[in-house]
Nanobody, 119 residues
Framework: QVQLVESGGGLVHPGGSLRLSCAAS????????MAWYRQAPGKQRELVAD???????NYADSVKGRFTISRDNAKNTVLLQMNSLKPEDTAVYYC?????????????WGQGTQVTVSS
C-alpha cells in the first residue's frame, strides 16, 4: 500500500502563486508515475500534470507555462508549483501515484487539498 498526504492549498488572488506538496509513505520503492489531478465543482476530475520516475513530465494544455511539477525520489515527494493562477484553477487538487503489481497498475490517491483563486 501507498499513502499520499497533500499540503499547501489555500486562498490566493488571481495572478498569485501556490506550491502544493505530496508526501508518499508505505511501499514507496515501487512507485511508478506520480501526478496531480484536480476536480472543480460540477466537473470531472482532470489531469493537471504527471511525472515519471525518470523525470519525464506531461502537462494539461490549460496549465502549460504556468505550473511546474517536480519530484524528489529520495524524499518521496512530488511538488506542484503554480504561478499566474486564474479563477478557473479553483478546484480540489489530488495527488496520485501508481505501482505496477504483477503486471497490473494499482492506483493511489490522496485526500485532496482545496485551491481557491479569487479576488
Amino acid at each position: 500500500q501507498v499513502q499520499l498526504v497533500e499540503s499547501g492549498g489555500g486562498l490566493v488572488h488571481p495572478g498569485g502563486s501556490l506550491r502544493l506538496s505530496c508526501a508518499a509513505s508505505g511501499r514507496i520503492n515501487s512507485i511508478n508515475t506520480m501526478a496531480w489531478y484536480r476536480q472543480a465543482p460540477g466537473k470531472q476530475r482532470e489531469l493537471v500534470a504527471d511525472i515519471t520516475t525518470g523525470g519525464s513530465t506531461n502537462y494539461a494544455d490549460s496549465v502549460k507555462g504556468r505550473f511546474t511539477i517536480s519530484r524528489d525520489n529520495a524524499k518521496n515527494t512530488v511538488l506542484l508549483q503554480m504561478n499566474s493562477l486564474k479563477p478557473e484553477d479553483t478546484a480540489v487538487y489530488y495527488c496520485y501515484a501508481d505501482r505496477i503489481v504483477d503486471w497490473n497498475t494499482v492506483d493511489y490517491w490522496g485526500q485532496g487539498t482545496q485551491v481557491t483563486v479569487s479576488s
